[in-house]
């Protein structure tokens, strides 16, 4: 491939994005697309309509100028923490990179295009190979300077980490002391609470957390099944009952109980119905919701350092029961995992890794054949009829230089949602947990399929038998990975730049929003969009890049313009994505700073394994000498940021929690706090298609006042649940249930 | 080698045992030697003479029946919970090497020794090989028989295994709930106090935790510095002051204040000093108090619950900080690393995996040499004079059959105490601790020097090339380890048989015994031996000849009864250790048993995955195919165990805390378990040549008198530090420094 190649992919690919971006900032000033490209503004300030009159029709690239000019500040409040890691992530890779770009293009690019004493073509027929490092000689003196790069930017790397690191660390401290009162820290998620033949879940928790944790424990809520099959069960059970109440006592008049109406004069006349039938209709009433209660409930606590003791100390002596946990926030439980026996989890743990694992071994298959497309032979011997079609050069460089990548693409999208499905099945408590785990695997995924495989190509045994040989890994390294720059150059192009404009144009939800506009004709207010940011696709995407780049760094640096480029559309993309369409719904609290920390860590030292490969080829003894102390220096200051930060992001400190907890009862906020907690966890209400109840069920009539209206609810919900209800769709945050998996 | 080696191997080892049993037999009865065979004895009775006058100079087996006869209560009471795991290692190898001989000589024997079509010589000439399964034929339909003895094996080990995990869990349990009240139960260490140039850091952790823990802080107890560099600096200021103080204020006599005899009328004089001396004196005193404060100190917590949380959460948001950790037993303290600064910690780890790695390859030298020896060619080359020697077939016997495996254990030998060294280093806070740590670095050292280094022979270069290939693991395995069985076989009777012979006739204690008693003619109470069991060098032995048995189990049958005979002898001569012999001056807590159970599985995991090589280069897919589920389902078994069982070895879980805090509330045993609380982290008195103060210094003169009367404690203790003492040697628990390094 030559450099008059990669122009032609720059140019396919700029016009597109330019076409795109154009088309989007005509797009966006029509009402008619308000719900696609505004929608959190829409959630948020439940006005549909902006004004949007004039030069509506006209591109203009004021909204590139608005998402320059957002501040921190205001990312913080509309996208929470995580989206302040996203853009931390995003500037962090901008400067080292422009800091890469500056070096590598002064120090190293002259130094690779003058390696070999040959007669240079004129600029645009030369071929890339030029530019890499294969093209300085064997025992080159001026190998030192791609050594000095490599210090150079590994020096500013790992300091840009630190500060980055210590500044989210601060951030992440200050979201959790300066946040309201937060009822998750006050709750802990139980589950695997033991079987008893004696007593209910309900009666066993009560009894259990009032002996140990007499003076902190204030209430707890049980978790109820719910899900497709419970729920037929729960119907057919309802309909055999009807039936055998209807025939027997006629003066019972069920269907009032099944209007739904939360009136005071409803849960009067179901006082009073309950009283009067006496033992027999409660205990009936107390037996169905035994049965349908899961062992597991959310336990709330008088303050939140009680809380954090009791999740993070086991309970009992048998590490299979009373298991705890800090209870994720409201809207972040992910209710059908949470009613999971514990004693599956490790199985079901071990079956997702290696479901992952041979999901990433399958999707060598299409990788194989991408890669078949960049060597034009093979393919014109798979298919003898394309020979004539190739021939032609435009079609050839489209071929060679476009159409790889764009297959590589389409055939990633589709990872995804499949890792999430692994992740959901793994069984994360909470949805931003089941996002970081996804987040992971779909990182693996990428970086494993993207990079290695790419790298070393073949076919798919000679592949694995490459790995089968460990001690020779840098070197095989070093010979693959300057021969494959090109093809990450074109991917940075198509890969990068385009999915840039896609992210804009939100191509999939505005075909949806067209479709049920203007075919189904829904209403205005069903169109709201609730897409939550797709941290698990989009934070992988920029690791990629910073790994290709900090990979091809020294080896070929050609590639950095094309890489800093995109990490400038994407600061500028995401920060308008962040404030205009996505909806926050929860906050994982800048738990994927630590991902893309390890990550750019793994990077540095893969880069200067690769590049300790490479001198040891060229036989630069002193360039290899000078190497080999910059990976254990990496892996110390990596050692170092674990111990000071990681813990932060993995549990909260006592000093906090009782500061803030102080800090309440000052204020004299105690009460309205624990009257808050009651509700917050309200499965019914976070979940469609569940009921809610805490405390034990009926037993607790007589408790204060409170608590025997809180009974009414859980009655009424009960019977509530019953019914078959519409599927609710509306902007609020705790309906969580988006349209698009893919984005979810 | 040929049966007949193999036997005069074993017949000099039996002739070794039974010699040395004898001797042993004699020795233990006559008085002299009482305090090196009857330490633990001596130590708890307190009385020096034991009836000993009948048959004092005729051997008899009389110990191997008491050794017989003791019960597991008696194991416990008197060698803790770490003895009765220990002799629970045994019983299990027992037990699974028992079935596992059955098994093996019924089924897989037979089928190797009439794998060929060959003619047999007589038994003794026959070669060991043709025991081994390289006598079956590619191909043979009777290697199902290995397939089934392995299963049975794994089965059998597996079941033995939970069995054993459930009942050490239990008697774990048991243990924490049984013992009277720990006082490191209420305790926890803090290290890395921030340091403050207002106040002292005993003053700095006051104010927090009285902040924090305001309703279970009790009181806390500082740590000082101490050691060699440290003693010689405050001595040489102590001179410096006294000589200051003698030429300026004659009327103060300093000199009082050292006679250190610790009667009533000195702390008056003492009291009376301090208050007639007023403010210079005190302030005087607490500079040079707070100068040698390290920033670590015990803090003692009014509930085993409240100190367990205090542990194990983090208390403030910087993870370098207020460090906490639930206290060793004051007995098991490691008082020398304690005051390691916390943030050098992370580097000594490194520094002592990266130590211990080099160690391992450097020692792969002397064993590149004892391999030498088995291939008696190479080494008539390389001593050409030794020719005629070897040539004698007694000679030849002896040097293949018995030298290779006496240097080996010679230079393991020297293995222990540099990898206590290595733990010492790392920064363990308990000697517990380093001693489980060194343990573990112990067993990878053994299995990797005598297993994988003696199976992959030839030069050190090309041993290292084998291990870079991967997937070819499993054929090199398969060819190595059955052509190694025959060395292994005789390493069990070497190492192993005479191990027990030197273990029960202490050697080096007993050589050091009789130079101290009748050259350097010592006073008998000089003589008590205070030995403690060497768990680091004998249960990575035990797992070693395990690891060994398994893995030859179904390729060298042979090897079987011999390890058998091993398993028995080490359990009649260790029990009689545990009751004789080593004192038990800290207690783990059965943290040996986790260790133990990993060895084994991954012994399993190795056998098969060395059966499974054997298999496929027999060309036997049948059998290959039925062996690949084993290794999945001990996986699954692994993670289970490790699911169920191993957080109880970690952490100790609330609801046993709690009822224990309220058993002692309720026999009012409170009020003196605080009292015995105040003493029991003496520095001075665990450690010599230090000094310990509790709470801040002389400000703490308004308290109750009792804290009062430490205080006088305090300032006599640290005017009795700073005059040199004779180093005590009693038998007392609290003394350690044990004579012998190699068993400390």
Redesign the interface.
Same mark, same amino acid.
């Given at each position: 491939m030559d450099i008059a190649a990669l122009l032609t992919s720059a140019g396919i690919n700029i016009a597109v994005c330019v076409v795109l971006f154009s088309f989007y900032s005509v797009l966006r000033k029509q009402p008619s697309n308000v719900n696609v490209y505004f929608g959190r503004r829409l959630a948020s300030q439940h006005s549909r309509h902006i004004n949007l009159c004039l030069e509506r029709f006209v591109p203009s690239p004021s909204w590139i100028l608005k998402a320059w000019e957002i501040s921190e500040d205001e990312i913080l409040t509309n996208g929470g923490l995580d989206a302040v890691v996203f853009v931390r992530i995003l500037v962090f890779s901008i400067r080292v990179f422009s800091i890469s770009a500056v070096i590598c293009t002064v120090m190293v690019l002259p130094v690779n295009y003058h390696g070999m004493d040959r007669m240079h073509k004129i600029i645009p027929l030369e071929s890339l190979e030029v530019f890499t490092i294969e093209n300085v000689k064997e025992g080159s003196k001026w190998l030192w300077a791609h050594c000095l790069a490599l210090y150079i930017i590994t020096i500013s790397a790992c300091t840009l980490l630190y500060f980055e690191y210590k500044s989210i %660390?601060n951030l992440r401290?200050l979201h959790i002391i300066g946040s309201p009162p937060n009822p998750s820290h006050f709750t802990i998620l139980v589950r695997s609470i033991p079987w008893s033949s004696e007593e209910s879940y309900c009666e066993t928790l009560k009894k259990f957390f009032s002996y !140990?944790h007499a003076s902190t424990y204030l209430s707890h809520q049980m978790i109820y099944k719910s899900g497709t099959v419970q729920k037929l069960k729960d119907d057919a059970e309802h309909v055999c009952k009807v039936i055998r109440d209807v025939s027997l006592e006629r003066t019972c008049k069920p269907a009032f109980c099944y209007s739904g109406t939360p009136t005071s004069s409803f849960k009067k006349f179901c006082n009073e119905m309950d009283s009067t039938h006496g033992r027999s209709g409660s205990t009936d009433m107390n037996l169905d919701t035994s049965k349908r209660e899961c062992p597991a409930a959310f336990v709330f606590f008088k303050s939140r350092y009680a809380a954090? @003791?009791?999740a993070? *100390?086991? /309970? %009992? #002596?048998? =590490? @299979?029961l009373w298991v705890t946990d800090i209870a994720p926030e409201p809207h972040d439980v992910y209710w059908s995992n949470i009613c999971i026996p514990y004693r599956q989890l490790? $199985?079901r743990k *071990?079956v997702t890794l290696v479901s992952s694992v041979a999901f990433m071994l399958v999707f060598l298959i299409p990788v194989t054949f991408v890669q078949g497309l960049t060597q034009l032979d093979k393919l014109q011997k798979m298919f003898p009829f394309l020979t004539g079609m190739l021939k032609e050069k435009f079609v050839n460089q489209i071929v060679t230089g476009y159409l790889p990548s764009v297959i590589l693409v389409l055939f990633l999208c589709a990872v995804p949602p499949v890792m999430m499905l692994f992740s959901a099945v793994e069984g994360s408590i909470s949805r931003s947990a089941r996002k970081k785990s996804a987040c992971c695997k779909v990182l693996y995924f990428t970086i494993w399929n993207v990079f290695f495989v790419n790298v070393f190509t073949g076919s798919v045994i000679s592949q +694995? #038998?490459v790995? #089968?040989?460990? %001690?020779?890994l840098p070197a095989q390294l070093a010979k693959a990975v300057p021969a494959q720059a090109t093809f990450f150059t074109t991917y940075v192009l198509s890969s990068g730049w385009a999915s840039l404009a896609f992210e804009v144009m939100q191509i999939f939800p505005l075909l949806c929003n067209i479709f049920q506009r203007f075919i189904l004709r829904l209403k205005e207010d069903a169109l709201y969009s609730n897409l939550s940011f797709p941290y698990h696709t989009e934070v992988p995407r920029i690791l990629l890049f910073g790994f290709l780049g900090f990979t091809c760094a020294i080896l070929a640096p050609l590639m950095l313009p094309f890489l800093l480029i995109y990490f400038f559309l994407a600061y500028l993309v995401y920060r308008n994505q962040i404030i205009n369409v996505y909806i926050t719904k929860y906050d994982s609290g800048g738990q994927f700073w630590p991902i893309a920390h390890n990550t750019t860590v793994f990077s540095l030292l893969f880069s200067q394994l690769i590049a300790l490969g490479v001198f040891g080829l060229k036989r630069s003894s002193v360039a290899s000498g000078f190497t080999i102390p910059l990976p254990i220096c990496t892996l +110390?200051f990596h050692? !170092?940021c674990r /111990?000071?930060?990681? =813990?932060?992001f993995r549990?909260n #400190?006592? /000093? $906090?929690l *009782?500061d803030m907890d102080r800090r309440d009862e000052h204020c004299g906020r105690v009460e309205e706090i624990y009257e808050n907690l009651r509700s917050a966890y309200n499965q019914s209400s976070l979940m469609p298609n569940s009921s809610s109840k805490s405390e034990c069920g009926s037993h607790e009539k007589d408790k204060d006042s409170g608590q025997s209206s809180e009974d009414m609810e859980k009655g009424k919900e009960i019977i509530k649940k019953d019914r078959p209800r519409p599927v609710q769709r509306t902007s609020s945050l705790s309906s969580d249930k988006a349209v698009f998996g893919v984005n979810q």
């Open positions: %660390t401290l !140990y954090l @003791m009791a993070q *100390i086991s /309970q %009992t #002596s048998n =590490p @299979m490790w $199985i *071990i +694995l #038998s790995f #089968s040989s460990v %001690t020779d +110390l050692q !170092y /111990q000071r930060f990681l =813990p932060v549990s #400190s006592a /000093q $906090i *009782i």
